[in-house]
């Protein structure tokens, strides 16, 4: 019964299918950085705290720190540049620069990738709902009020545009 | 940091896993990975092999038998969290799940893994051993369960032999007097709590009877506070914040003279919580 220390992989990342012979500790977030040069995804803390690595896996959002990339064999995976050039999340991006919802940046992928998966959900969600859904991401310069503000104001957007 | 290196096996089945664990003493299982693989990119763990289990049927359900509700090793925190079985049959880890964590934590991290790895500030091990749960495990032997009491044998250690896996946990399904309640305060909303209780208790026409109290971020497991189960169920819920008998000692996050003061204000939060869920 042998294990192997590297193996073969195959994805799809932004829609693009994806062969790779990838370290069994390789991490996700790392994997995406290094060997497929999407540098979108950030790494803070590498141990699931700060929500940098933020990331879309088979439609849910995970940590790509606290994920293997030998784990994603089969699997569909979107970066912030998926949800990006889709358009996707275009009305966030524009909101975020609009209330100076970043500062830095860096948190900014993840941000928006918690975001998008509460609006996706549909209806305009509470402010309290908003912080709840974007606990587990870390902004060190906003002081996130500006954060909640432009979800919100996407929310009210997106329910104005879908009647 | 990144992890030290590994081998890694995804297992198809039960007997697979349990095969591969009995021939590599130093492999660990991996499930939802969530504190695991945390532990080992800080290098706080370096098995020599990862046994995945995620690619195992029938170990995803949640299934009421009888009076007892099953739930699968790898239901994940989200799908407990959506459950409306767990919702009606276990009303105190739903109660608990939304402390798990984080959106993007709980849509992989499982509830065998929270059991499984024991973390003594964790929400599921105290909600366990608050509903007087049990634990499923399978081993060469076969399968045995073990009670919650019995599970939690300390820091991140439990019961389980090197050769067995958690593959589910059942819970007594509550009943038309069942009341539960849970409290827990953390710096931010799903970090580790520095104090947690998980409560349930029986009403009846004169108070509550059965009131189990399971604390958690106060020891080196999670531990129930008898002498304070009993004054609150004579009715005394200051009696009961004196009489707590609990242990805590300082860390990282809080003092122990905090964690104890925590404690009472929790307690009375709880009872209240029984009281109005009795009403």
């Given amino acids: 019964m042998s294990a192997a220390t590297t193996l073969d992989i195959a994805l799809t990342v932004n829609g693009e299918p994806i062969q790779a012979r990838v370290d069994a500790r390789r991490s996700l977030v790392d994997f995406i950085r290094e060997d497929l040069s999407l540098t979108g995804s950030h790494i803070g803390c590498e141990q699931g705290v700060c929500g940098a690595c933020t990331m879309r896996v088979n439609d849910e959002i995970v940590r790509g720190c606290l994920t293997l990339a030998v784990q994603c064999d089969g699997a569909t995976v979107e970066t912030i540049e998926g949800l990006s050039d889709s358009g996707e999340v275009a009305d966030l991006q524009e909101a975020f620069e609009q209330r100076n919802a970043l500062q830095c940046g860096f948190c900014t992928p993840g941000v928006i990738a918690a975001a998008q998966d509460l609006l996706r959900r549909g209806g305009i969600p509470s402010r309290d709902q908003i912080r709840a859904h974007l606990s587990g991401n870390y902004c060190r310069c906003t002081g996130y009020h500006a954060i909640v503000d432009a979800i919100e104001a996407v929310a009210n957007a997106r329910v104005s545009t879908s009647r | ?279």
């Avoid at chain 2, 170990?59 to 699968?72: P, T």
């Avoid at chain 2, 934590?105 to 024991?118: D, L, Y």
């Fill in chain 2, 1 to 279: 940091m990144k992890p030290a290196p590994f081998a890694y096996r995804k297992a198809f089945s039960l007997e697979e896993a349990i095969a591969l664990i009995g021939a590599n003493p130093e492999g660990r299982f991996l499930a939802g990975g969530q504190s695991l693989i945390a532990t080992l990119n800080m290098r706080l763990s370096a098995p020599a092999m990862l046994i995945d289990i995620n690619g195992i049927s029938g170990l995803d359900g949640i299934v009421l038998n009888d009076d007892m509700l099953e739930i699968g090793a790898l239901v994940r925190h989200a799908q407990a969290e959506r459950s409306a079985l767990i919702a009606r049959h276990a009303p105190l880890i739903a109660l608990a799940v939304p402390h798990i964590a984080h959106v993007a934590i709980r849509n992989r991290g499982t509830v065998g893994g929270s059991i499984a790895f024991a973390d003594p500030a964790a929400e599921l091990p105290a909600c366990l051993l608050a509903l007087d749960g049990e634990v499923v495990a399978s081993g060469p032997k076969g399968t045995r369960t073990i009670k919650a009491a019995g599970f939690f044998k300390g820091l991140f250690e439990t019961a389980l032999a090197a050769d067995e896996m958690l593959i589910g946990v059942r819970v007594p399904a509550a009943t038309a007097d069942t009341r539960v309640a849970f409290a827990e305060l953390a710096r931010r909303h799903g970090d580790y709590a520095i104090v947690g209780l998980a409560a349930s208790a029986r009403s009846t026409t004169s108070g509550l009877r059965d009131v189990r109290l399971a604390y958690f971020g106060v020891g080196d497991t999670p531990v129930r506070a008898t002498a304070a189960e009993a004054a609150l169920a004579d009715g005394d819920v200051e009696a009961a914040v004196a009489t707590l008998d609990l242990r805590p000692h300082d860390d990282v996050q809080a003092s122990a003279a905090v964690k104890m003061h925590l404690a009472g204000v929790l307690l009375r939060r709880a009872a209240k919580q029984l009281r109005e869920a009795q009403e």
